[in-house]
């Protein structure tokens, strides 16, 4: 007679409590993997379907009143909400407009948790809650500034993503003169291609796309490293072996590269929720005026927002996004 061996009821549950234990110790990873990929080719989408729309447009500044007086007293402020429906309506397919004071109608959460999860902060709801530098005193007139605190405005895609909008009415076009940034950005979205489901944290269902320019506009969504690199370096060096600003960067991973000028311009208005340094020292981007060991690059401010042009082989700090 044969004899059939087979496991018995003991081993077959061992081996599933096995199953069971590395399950639950990699599915969470794969998951995240998962959305993070997601999320990442949602936001490309996002980026250039606002891109195109924002291009059609003649002009980004204008739309809309604001309240000039802190009692608000003055005028009502529309500019945000006007900018929606009187501009990128016309050339962007929008599915519900939220006027200032009622943003969570279109699905933005009240509170985010910053990059990196280092906290969690009120979702901001006008300019001056942005980044309260955009409104520097020292730095809000002129050629310096111009920026409203406008209060923001949001609309929901046809997408299902929750984008609010930060305004700036008086916005200029570009100069290649040395000049602070903030009157060069126009209009600042922040979305969450989610709504309130979560994780509400920047970096994966939360991000920012930034318009600079109230001519020619250029449209960016720089998506940052959580810390910058851990010293001052120059843009350029012909040193064999030494680091410079492109090769911190690849340094800290092969997947990040330097921002160009108008992607810092775009981490210095979002700062808050980047946790970007205070360093007086100024970061560098990657648009360069003129080659080589003498040329001259572009960097950044965050302390001010001054962007200014300087030679290579100064050192500043760096911050890198990703590819």
Same mark, same amino acid.
């Given at each position: 007679m044969k004899k059939f061996r087979g496991f018995t009821l003991a081993e077959v549950l061992i081996t599933?409590?096995?199953i069971g234990i590395v399950a639950a110790i990699t599915l969470p990873s794969l998951l995240v993997n998962v959305n993070e990929k997601a999320w990442d080719a949602q936001r490309k989408a996002l980026h250039a379907r606002l891109a195109q729309a924002i291009g059609q447009m003649n002009t980004l500044g204008g739309y809309g009143t604001y309240t000039e007086d802190e009692d608000g007293t003055a005028t009502a402020d529309t500019a945000a909400e006007s900018f929606i429906l009187d501009a990128l309506s016309k050339v962007y397919k929008i599915n519900n407009v939220c006027g200032p004071d009622k943003l969570n109608s279109c699905g933005i959460p009240?509170?985010?948790?910053?990059? +990196?999860a280092v906290a969690e902060i009120n979702f901001p709801t006008k300019m001056k809650e942005? /980044? %309260?530098? !955009?409104? *520097?005193?020292?730095?809000?007139?002129?050629?310096n500034?111009?920026?409203?605190?406008?209060?923001?405005?949001?609309f929901e895609t046809v997408n299902g993503e929750s984008i609010a909008v930060f305004y700036n009415p008086l916005c200029s076009s570009d100069t290649t003169a040395i000049h602070y940034t903030q009157n060069k950005m126009c209009v600042n979205f922040i979305y969450?291609?989610?709504?309130?489901?979560?994780?509400?944290?920047?970096?994966?269902?939360?991000?920012?796309?930034?318009?600079?320019?109230?001519?020619?506009p250029v449209v960016v969504a720089p998506v940052p490293y959580s810390t910058d690199y851990a010293s001052a370096v120059p843009q350029y060096?012909?040193?064999?072996?030494?680091?410079?600003?492109?090769?911190?960067?690849?340094?800290?991973?092969? +997947?990040?590269?330097?921002?160009?000028?108008?992607?810092?311009a775009s981490l210095?208005? /979002? %700062?808050? !929720?980047? *946790?970007?340094?205070?360093?007086?020292?100024?970061?560098?981007?990657?648009?360069?005026?003129?080659l080589g060991t003498l040329g001259v690059a572009w960097g950044q401010a965050f302390t001010s927002g001054y962007r200014s042009h300087t030679g290579r082989p100064n050192t500043h700090y760096v911050r890198c996004i990703r590819r």
């Open positions: 599933l409590a096995i009240s509170k985010i948790t910053t990059l +990196d942005l /980044n %309260a530098k !955009l409104l *520097n005193g020292a730095h809000n007139t002129g050629e500034g111009d920026v409203a605190d406008t209060k923001a405005a949001a969450d291609l989610n709504g309130e489901e979560g994780p509400n944290q920047v970096g994966k269902d939360v991000g920012f796309i930034t318009a600079l320019y109230n001519k020619n060096t012909e040193t064999e072996g030494q680091i410079d600003a492109p090769r911190a960067c690849i340094a800290m991973g092969e +997947d990040l590269r330097l921002p160009d000028r108008d992607e810092l210095f208005v /979002n %700062a808050p !929720l980047v *946790n970007l340094g205070e360093s007086t020292n100024g970061y560098w981007s990657s648009s360069v005026i003129s």
